[in-house]
């Protein structure tokens, strides 16, 4: 009996020591947090991890909120529990962070990821784990950021990805991350791309991505020279910005874009000499080219295009514009302040333009090209009236018959304005001013004869100024 009872007790006691093992592997377990939470300090983030919970339901933000100094956390290796957060990773406005690990379990981050403002900051190789964010990325103002390795685990962003952000000349985002390597699994952008303001030297590390449905912005990258990395890239849902990269040479990987739904804007690269890399593209809703020192010329930059709702070209240096053969559709054709342009030619394809606008191309001798143009609903040629500026032989408009609203000629040197002679109709205002030597206006004559100017007829200042009713008296000329 004695024997049994020990044996009892002996059972109870070991039953008693197996419920509570199991209780303390109970309160050990790693559980998900419910909610958002925010560490500010390095005590709060001692005392999260100190929790060892396997993931948050809910944001993570490691900040100093609400104030405009950074905080004071140097260590987040506490953190290595977490395995996933269910809404954004935020790391911003440390000072003194020089790494992430600790957040190495992290897999999944279900909204954005956003580290940026982190001075201290080396790389995110604490991220390296990482292989699905849901929503944005963003990585920006890192002042020792060198490399996003950290985010070679990420094969696609359905948001926005952001790598710097747009910076005066004299500064730049990320100013000594000089290589975006680490994107190169990513084969989709689902919103808005932005590469702007790094140390950069090409796009290498983009080579996966085929389309980006929202805009490109590539901006304030000064050591850039090349575009290389963009060579798959076929379209852009949105519009596309190459500006203000100082050392940016050509175009030549983008030599698989085909299609950029929103505007397309080349402007302030002062040694972009060949942008030709784009000649597969056939349609974007903008073409603006301004303020490119170096580029001479556009060479054979637009064979492809087809249909674009405005082109405007803008301070620039290019002596010859021409080509644009296969543009069927264009509402807007705007031509202003090149000073170094010396000869037009091109656009014959199209037949109709809302508005066509040559102005202040004070170096002008040759102006060919629309061959097929019948009908622009405002014609505007201007030369400034107080630079001097040549003749230029007009060999374009043969088949312009129809002004819809105004035609206007100001401060050209010409003596005639033949290239008109075909115009029968002008919806309102006939306005041809300033022109020194023009003393030939026999060119109306089909327009007058036709009863053609719905609106006034204004010829003045000229060196003749014949009325309608002199050119109906054959007095067209002096």
């Not at 809404?87 to 962070?97: A, F, Q």
């Not at 001075?119 to 292989?131: P, S």
């Not at 674009?308 to 302040?337: H, M, P, Q, R």
């Not at 014609?379 to 060999?395: H, R, W």
Request: aromatic residues 6%; proline residues 1%.
């Amino acid at each position: 009996m004695k024997n049994l009872n020990k044996a009892l007790v002996f059972c109870l006691i070991a039953f008693l020591c197996i419920g509570c093992s199991s209780d303390d592997n109970k309160s050990s377990t790693k559980e998900a947090f419910n909610g958002d939470v925010v560490l500010q300090t390095q005590s709060e983030v001692d005392e999260f991890a100190a929790n060892n919970y396997k993931g948050i339901n809910g944001s993570l933000r490691i900040t100093l909120e609400n104030v405009v100094a950074s905080s004071s956390i140097t260590d987040i290796s506490a953190l290595r529990s977490l395995t996933f957060v269910s809404g954004d990773l935020g790391i911003t406005n440390n000072g003194k962070l020089s790494t992430l690990q600790g957040l190495n379990n992290i897999t999944t981050i279900s909204g954005s990821l956003w580290v940026y403002g982190n001075e201290a900051l080396l790389n995110i190789d604490g991220l390296a784990n990482v292989i699905q964010v849901d929503e944005d990325i963003v990585v920006q103002d890192n002042k020792s950021l060198t490399n996003i390795d950290g985010l070679l685990g990420v094969t696609s962003v359905n948001g926005d990805l952001i790598i710097g952000s747009n910076q005066a000349p004299t500064g730049l985002s990320n100013e000594k991350l000089t290589s975006i390597e680490g994107l190169s699994n990513i084969s989709s952008v689902g919103g808005n791309m932005v590469v702007s303001g790094n140390l950069i030297q090409d796009l290498s590390g983009l080579e996966k991505i085929t389309a980006i449905n929202g805009d490109l912005t590539i901006s304030f990258n000064s050591q850039m020279s090349h575009l290389t990395g963009m060579d798959n890239v076929a379209s852009v849902g949105g519009g596309v910005e190459f500006r203000n990269n100082y050392n940016l040479v050509n175009f030549d990987a983008l030599t698989n874009l085909t299609t950029i739904d929103g505007a397309l804007h080349i402007e302030n690269n002062p040694v972009l000499v060949d942008i030709s890399g784009v000649y597969k593209l056939e349609s974007c809703a903008f073409l603006s080219i301004a303020n490119n020192a170096s580029l001479l010329s556009l060479g054979n930059a637009f064979p492809s295009l087809r249909a674009c709702t405005l082109i405007a070209f803008s301070d620039n240096s290019f002596t010859v514009l021409e080509g644009f053969n296969a543009l069927t559709t264009a509402d807007y054709i705007i031509l202003e302040k090149n000073e170094n342009l010396e000869h037009i030619n091109g656009f014959n394809s199209l037949q109709t333009v809302k508005t066509l606008t040559l102005n202040e191309a004070v170096n002008l001798s040759s102006f060919s090209g629309f061959q097929n143009l019948t009908t622009v609903t405002d014609f505007k040629i201007t030369q400034p009236e107080t630079i001097s500026d040549g003749v230029f032989t007009v060999n374009s408009f043969q088949a312009l018959t129809t002004v819809l609203n105004d035609l206007t000629i100001k401060g050209i040197a010409n003596a005639d304005v033949d290239f008109l002679s075909n115009v029968a109709t002008v919806g309102n205002d006939v306005t041809i001013m300033h022109n020194e030597n023009l003393n030939d206006l026999c060119g109306l004559t089909t327009l007058v004869e036709n009863n053609g100017v719905a609106g006034d007829f204004n010829v003045f200042q000229n060196l003749y100024n014949p009325t309608q009713q002199d050119i109906l008296d054959g007095n067209c000329s002096q």
